[in-house]
Nanobody, 125 residues
Framework: VQLQASGGGLVQAGGSLRLSCAAS????????MGWFRQGPGKEREFVAARGWSINRVYYGGSVKGRFFISRDNAKNTVTLQMNSLRPEDTAVYYC???????????????????WGQGTQVTVSS
């Protein structure tokens, strides 16, 4: 699976940005799609993920209630709407995909095996 991310940029604190990611190729099985981020000097962390079905939606604790992930299964795209942005949200955001595996932790970085190129999000104070 190949991933192409778009969006990002510079915004003031309190503002909003939208990231999009399109998957191409032929995934083997149901595909989970999501976002991770890596801030300066930090480890890559889980942001949000969507499974194929609408009841599989997950958020990292630091973004819950501010970020919203949506998905178009027909187009194999996922969108991350980021609201109420804070300076600590500044990071490179990576789109990711993996095959759905039951009873596994969706925020486990090691389970995600397809990655987009990363897009910079900078939030100024």
């Amino acid at each position: 699976v190949q991933l192409q991310a778009s969006g990002g940029g510079l915004v003031q604190a309190g503002g909003s940005l939208r990231l999009s990611c399109a998957a191409s190729g032929s995934p083997d099985g149901w595909l989970d799609m999501g976002w991770f981020r890596q801030g300066p000097g930090k480890e890559r962390e889980f942001v949000a993920a969507r499974g194929w079905s609408i009841n599989r939606v997950y958020y990292g604790g630091s973004v819950k209630g501010r970020f919203f992930i949506s998905r178009d299964n027909a187009k194999n795209t996922v969108t991350l709407q980021m609201n109420s942005l804070r300076p600590e949200d500044t990071a490179v955001y990576y789109c990711a995909a993996k095959k759905y595996v039951p009873d596994t932790d969706v925020d486990n970085l090691s389970l995600w095996d397809s990655w987009g190129q990363g897009t910079q999000v900078t939030v100024s104070s």
